[in-house]
């Protein structure tokens, strides 16, 4: 099944590896041009998801090939491929889906021009009610569950990023075994920014991968 993944991963356009990130401004210049593509990118989603017959989900597209399960992002109730509690289950969903078949390995990959831009926050703001804490609680349980199917996957995953990653778009790739990106992919996470905890496991990963200072 080697030349079939290698394929998928060259459709993705991500056979080059991309062994550095450039300036903060640089990178908000890239995220603006490519969310410019959007309209194209809608149609794209569609396009994929209309050739796929074998699964059905609403938020990812999979595909069961020659030896591998390929997983992509592909949102219809998020913008940018960001992750909310529907799009998390489908991606659980369709992990758990492999780690129980013949697949040797998934292939974790992006419909358009941005691979994940991390939690959905409107989805969230939206749902915080009165009862906050509640819904605080539940929103956390959703985070935890989706990461640790990642951490509990026995199978290899392989991620092909092909634009920005943010957030716990970012924060999940070291838990992944190999991430290969392209030239247009860049990482950000902005916690302080938005005055949220780091996610994700990265407060233990980061460091073992950048070391402590960066």
């Not at 149609?43 to 069961?64: G, N, W």
Request: glycine share 6%; charged share 20%; net charge positive.
């Amino acid at each position: 099944g080697t030349p079939t993944f290698m394929e998928a991963l060259a459709a993705n356009g991500t056979t080059n590896i991309q062994t550095s990130v450039t300036g903060v401004a640089a990178s908000k210049r890239r995220f603006i041009d490519d969310r410019r593509d959007q309209p194209f990118d809608k149609r794209l989603r569609f396009s994929v998801r209309q050739t796929e017959s074998a699964y059905r989900y609403r938020d990812i597209v999979v595909r069961k090939q020659d030896g591998f399960t390929h997983i992509l992002l592909s949102t219809k109730s998020s913008e940018n491929n960001s992750l909310n509690p529907e799009v998390m289950k489908e991606v659980q969903s369709a992990l758990n889906t492999a780690a129980a078949d013949d697949s040797k390995l998934v292939l974790f990959s992006a419909v358009g021009s941005i691979f994940c831009c991390g939690l959905d926050f409107i989805y969230f703001i939206r749902r915080l009610t009165d009862d906050r804490k509640k819904e605080s609680t539940k929103m956390a349980e959703a985070i935890r569950n989706f990461v640790n199917t990642f951490i509990q996957f026995k199978k290899p995953i392989i991620v092909a990023v092909n634009g920005p990653a943010i957030g716990l778009g970012a924060s999940i790739l070291p838990l992944c075994d190999v991430v290969w990106a392209n030239e247009k992919a860049w990482f950000q996470t902005p916690y302080t920014t938005f005055g949220q905890s780091p996610d994700g496991c990265s407060s233990l990963t980061f460091p073992r991968i950048m070391g402590l200072a960066s």
